[in-house]
């Protein structure tokens, strides 16, 4: 499954994505905001998408705001999230293949629509590698996270 969320400035953005995971035939849940609200706030949108995220295998979750920056931030603080704000299709694919990135974090402001849904299509497209050291690093991650 996949999760979106966005704030006010990746609201247009997440719109058009939906669209394209429909027409990519993947299916999704929006987990808000539902409509344009030029004062909400990022944390309860991140927060949420990562909480399902981690609720089971396999689920992934793009996230948007402004820089990209805030949102992703706020998804690295569930634990098992994996939050990375990416630029290019290529960086896409190698943070799932190397790190098995779960959650795109998308800016709204710095990348053109078209840009983003590449981004987009390659982090859906992209598949772990489960080679010995990408499996030593994820646990090394999981022993900071639970000394937190």
């Known amino acids: 499954m996949i ?5 006010h400035k990746g609201f247009a953005l997440k719109e058009k994505i939906k669209e394209k995971l429909t027409e990519w035939d993947y299916e ?3 987990v808000g905001p539902f409509e344009y609200d030029k004062d909400d706030d990022y944390p309860k949108f991140g927060e949420a998408v990562a909480r399902k995220v981690v609720s089971g295998k396999g689920n992934r979750g793009i996230l948007i705001c402004g820089s ?8 690295n603080k569930i ?3 994996r939050a990375g704000t990416i630029s290019e299709p290529d960086q896409a694919k190698a943070s799932v293949h190397d790190e098995d990135l779960n959650v795109l974090a998308l800016s709204a402001d710095f990348l053109s629509e ?13 598949e772990y ?12 991650i999981k022993k900071i996270e639970s000394n937190n």
């Open 79 to 81: 634990d098992g999230i």
């Open 129 to 140: 590698d489960t080679k010995e050291r990408y499996e030593r690093r994820l646990e090394e």
């Open 68 to 75: 990209g920056i805030g949102i992703d931030v706020t998804a």
């Open 28 to 30: 999704y849940e929006d």
């Open 3 to 7: 999760y979106l969320g966005s704030d």
């Open 114 to 126: 078209d840009k983003a849904i590449e981004i987009a299509r390659a982090f859906l497209a992209a």
